[in-house]
């Protein structure tokens, strides 16, 4: 249960170990983006991050509906066993955060995750000096470009490319599809060209929301996302960067973490999980997104959110 279920703002979630307060950051448009401040135990100020989540229509905990990441509350419960604040909020048209989900940008994405981490910074019970980012998927991009431009003191990469956003997705259009069924294999060639040509639709369209094969899209996400390059942006962060992608994730190339490690001006603690996959649970079989629903029953993985928490602990404490 998220704070936002609780009849008083404030109230214990793990007694004698974190605190949790509802918490407004505001955008700057104005809008108010409703979240979950997750405070340890002990006298204040306390370091602390913003937590910044994959694509889609996610609420504070990472979950969109019956696709439940469940990743928010073990990674704040996680932070705050380590003396780690932490701040996750409900994405624009998400939970208590009002407005329309499909008409929001990657760009506006971002401006948001800038808002939050200001927001953060501004509470009396946070060290402003001692905040950072952790960011999964399209969180990670975010966080890649709030450390070149917001300068944290620490940022998290969860699963992030290091490559234009259209050839990222390219390759994991590749890699899904390799993972189809040995009976579906002769359909690639069909699939590569109806994708090309959504591809191409996709590009030129020009509106907040198109339709796509008879499915309202996201359009400007869409178009924006494929333009990002995060290059530039990683060679430009100046705080401690940690990287870590999973041996068996099919949307980011796992040799990105090299590229990361190469721009990143002072190196970045690089990691490959073996048997992870892209939604941070471990899998010993075969890698395939067929296989994530299966995955979604079980929690996060417990030691990646252990060395999340213990590296941001020792950098920012």
């Known amino acids: 249960m998220t704070g936002r279920n609780r009849p008083s703002g404030q109230a214990p979630a793990d007694a004698g170990v974190l605190r949790e307060i509802e918490m407004i950051a505001t ?63 409900d994405r624009r048209g998400v939970g208590a955060t009002p407005g329309d989900w499909r008409a929001v940008g990657f760009l506006d994405n971002r401006a948001d995750a800038a808002a939050a981490l200001r927001g953060l910074r501004a509470r009396p019970e946070i060290r402003a000096e001692a905040t950072g980012v952790v960011g999964h998927s399209e969180g990670a991009m975010h966080a890649m470009w709030l450390g070149a431009h917001e300068h944290p003191a620490a940022v998290v990469l969860l699963a992030g490319y290091a490559r234009p956003g259209e050839s990222a997705l390219r390759r994991q259009a590749a890699r899904l599809a390799a993972t189809l ?34 499915t309202r899209i996201n359009a400007r996400w869409w178009r924006e996302q494929l333009a990002y390059d995060p290059c530039a ?41 073996p048997d992870l996959t892209h939604i941070l649970r471990r899998d010993p079989g075969p890698a395939s997104i067929l296989s994530y629903r299966r995955q979604l029953r079980r929690p996060v993985d417990t030691d990646v959110l252990t060395d999340v928490a213990r590296w941001l602990a020792d950098r920012l404490h």
Request: glycine share 10%.
């Open 27 to 89: 955008a700057d448009d104005g809008l108010a983006l409703a979240g979950t401040l997750t405070l340890p135990a002990g006298l204040g100020p306390h370091p602390a991050v913003v937590c910044l989540p994959g694509s889609g229509r996610l609420d504070r905990e990472s979950n969109a509906g019956r696709l439940r990441m469940a990743l928010g509350r073990p990674l704040a419960t996680a932070l705050a066993q380590r003396g780690v604040a932490s701040l996750r909020y």
């Open 181 to 214: 069924p040995r009976p579906a294999r002769p359909l690639l060639p069909l699939l590569r060209r109806i994708a090309a040509r959504q591809l191409t639709r996709l590009a030129a369209t020009t509106t907040d929301v198109a339709r796509l094969g008879g």
């Open 233 to 273: 942006d990683l060679a430009r962060i100046q705080a401690p960067v940690l990287a870590i992608t999973g041996e068996k994730d099919l949307q980011v190339d796992p040799g990105d973490l090299a590229t990361i490690a190469r721009l990143v001006p002072g190196g970045a603690d690089t990691r490959l999980i």
